[in-house]
């Protein structure tokens, strides 16, 4: 009889312990799942394509991840096309849990800026004249996709691309700019987590003057068709709608470029000549470029411990 008690008495005692690991088990796993990691955002641009657009202004009324707003995120107007070649304007920060996410959502005020004035969101262009943007939805929601990092500073930079977010209607007299389709313009923004991004610069010498602006594209590798990309693509013809991201070459006497906030992969180069024709530049050429140090231009690898220097020479037009 005394064993059977010691029996029950040590069972008991074992099955207290094993309840007790389990329970822990279920904490720890509990803790590191919950465990989340301040990350904050910020907004950038890539250029557009137009010598009469001078500034592009939109009003953000609110930002959401995954349905939370922003904290520390105030209503704000910001001009998109100063945020090039690496420049962006921080909104907000929220912790969150090491995973992908899928959700933001931007919420424009078209109709005033901070400051109450109409319209809240506009191209101005050259003359000073502001041209309203308006969109079928004040809400756009972005399809790209982030990734939030254990033990990292996670910085989510959003590209707001212009070029594949803002559409030109040119009549006899002037030029009329408007968002493009909610489709196109949820497409033409991507989300990259700064940690794991690389960038490539350079310059491009044109001394046969082939062109009045050059345009470099980054394409991921195997992704750039000449024929579909500069022909046009969708309800709004953007044209090189599946580069990466673009850069001006700037004129002068470095001809530089800088294709900022570019994802670990491999990627390809493409330089793209434009013309002056009136107030704005309409494509030309694909341009024949080698490279000064005889780099592969259509096989660079990109990664976050390395800022990549491309310097080419154009060589002439594509036939």
Known sequence: MKIMKNLFKISGLAGIALMAMVSCSKNDDTAMEGESYNTSFEVTDAPIDNADVEAVFVTIANVTVDGKAL?????????????????????GNLDLQARSYSDIVFELDFDKDVNGDAPGCYVEKANGEKDALVAASNKIKITDSFEVLAQAKNVIVIDFDLRKTIKEEKSALSSDFDFVTMSELSA???????ETTGKISGTASDSQNTSDKIIVYAYKKGTFNADVETKGKGESGVTFANAVTSAEVKKGI??????????????ELIFASYKEEGNGFSFNSLL?????????LGLIDVNSALNLTVNVKVTGAVQ
């Open 71 to 91: 904290e520390g995120f105030s209503a704000t107007t910001v001009n998109l096309a100063a945020l090039v070649n690496g420049k962006t304007a921080a909104l």
């Open 188 to 194: 033409g923004i991507r989300t990259v987590n700064k």
């Open 254 to 267: 470095t001809s530089s470029y800088s294709l900022d906030f570019l994802e670990e992969g491999e990627y």
């Open 288 to 296: 024949e470029v080698e490279s000064a140090t005889g780099l592969k």
